[in-house]
């Protein structure tokens, strides 16, 4: 449910994070506490996806990295993936014109080999669509896993020295990073993680390197504005030092 109250009063707005990255977890033990099939978590966890994406673009965040669907997702049942993969694609014909119009841009980030053809259609459509917005990026981070998006970088870059166009010796780390899925997009200032989990999953392994990390308990469908504002309040409370003395 959207809270009107406005941000937390002691939220410093000059010190909003430029770019926010979510694990999105606890849909399935959402349903099951309310229960509800595992299907229903998924329909509330999308709906809360709109919900934060607004509240962060009003925050002024520039970049929104949610992780929707991992490599190892494919593991689980054919039943639940299917239901996934529905709820995604009705979710992006849905929302993509809101998307459009509140100036924000969609972006992909993972495989788009082994998607159902509908899912990957449905998203190059909007990419395409908001390609040229400019107030916030929403990546939706699906068929991704970060262990295979450093393996395809490395590859990459192997590549490249073998074509010539690059010597070993020259190798930086500005050029791992202008290989990944999407070079340009900024290093994560803060990773949140919904339900409770003490881990990363794999995800955005590179980009994270001097994330702050937030874990709560609070299950993805309930993270309302309200836990996103405790979070970034947690945030700033934190001293940066990116591997320096206080």
């Not at 339900?195 to 469908?221: C, D, H, K």
Request: with cysteine; hydrophobic share 35%.
């Amino acid at each position: 449910m959207t809270n009107n109250k406005g941000p937390d009063p002691r939220m410093d707005m000059a010190r909003i994070p430029r770019h926010v990255a979510i694990i999105m977890d606890g849909n399935g033990r959402w349903a099951k506490r309310t229960g509800q099939p595992r299907s229903k978590g998924h329909e509330a966890g999308a709906r809360n996806v709109r919900e934060i994406t607004e509240a962060c673009r009003e925050l002024g965040v520039k970049a929104l990295s949610l992780f929707a669907f991992s490599t190892e997702n494919w593991r689980r049942s054919k039943r639940e993936v299917d239901s996934l993969f529905n709820l995604m694609t009705k979710s992006i014909k849905r929302y993509s014109d809101q998307i459009h119009k509140t100036n924000v841009r969609l972006l992909h980030m993972g495989l788009s080999g082994g998607l159902p053809a509908e899912v990957a259609d449905d998203i190059q459509k909007c990419v395409e669509l908001t390609r040229n917005n400019t107030a916030m990026d929403v990546c939706i981070a699906l068929n991704y896993g970060g262990r295979r998006e450093l393996t395809d970088t490395a590859r990459k870059i192997a590549q490249q020295v073998q074509q010539g166009k690059l010597r070993p010796e020259d190798i930086t780390e500005e050029t791992l990073a202008a290989n990944l899925y999407l070079p340009g997009h900024s290093e994560v200032d803060l990773l949140i993680r919904t339900s409770g989990e003490n881990r990363i999953s794999n995800f955005m392994l590179w980009q994270i390197s001097y994330a702050e990390i937030v874990v709560t308990p609070t299950l993805w469908p309930d993270f309302n504005r309200d836990r996103l504002h405790e979070t970034l309040v947690e945030y700033q409370s934190r001293n940066r030092r990116f591997g320096g003395r206080p």
